[in-house]
């Protein structure tokens, strides 16, 4: 059974920083697509990034604009998002999510990220960013 779990949020100033933590387990990141989402009050779930079990495919929302970076430490089972020049529209609690994968990542360049491309769920960690 695949478990993942999120840490790494807190209150940031606006142009701050942050670095959120996703270990997983009951599978290697191997074979596991990982994706990042967030959860704005008044909005719907939202894909930020992604990266394939492959480690080799990257993906971003397009409110992103270059300011996030998703990259893993496979010994440690851990996918990192680095949030860099963090707004206070980016408030809002930040998901881990996982699916096994053998054969053909989800996470895709230029393709939308979906919540229900991922069996797998953390619970969550809060972000939040001051004016």
């Known amino acids: 059974q695949v478990e993942v779990a999120e840490s790494g949020g807190g209150l940031v100033p606006s142009g701050g920083s942050l670095r959120l933590s996703c270990v997983a387990s009951?599978?290697?990141?191997?074979?596991?697509?990982i994706g990042w989402f967030r959860e704005i009050p008044g909005k719907e779930r939202e894909g930020v990034s992604c990266i394939s079990y492959t480690g080799k495919i990257t993906n971003y929302g397009d409110f992103v604009g270059g300011r996030f970076t998703v990259s893993r430490d496979v010994e440690k089972s851990t996918v990192y998002l680095q949030m860099n020049n963090l707004e206070p529209e980016d408030t809002g609690t930040y998901y881990c999510?996982?699916?096994?994968?053998?054969?053909?990542?989800?996470?895709?360049?230029?393709?939308?990220?979906?919540?229900?491309?991922?069996?797998?769920w953390g619970q969550g960690t809060q972000v939040t960013v001051s004016s």
């Open positions: 009951g599978f290697g990141l191997g074979n596991l697509d």
């Open positions: 999510a996982a699916d096994v994968q053998f054969f053909e990542s989800i996470c895709m360049q230029g393709r939308r990220m979906q919540t229900y491309d991922y069996n797998n």
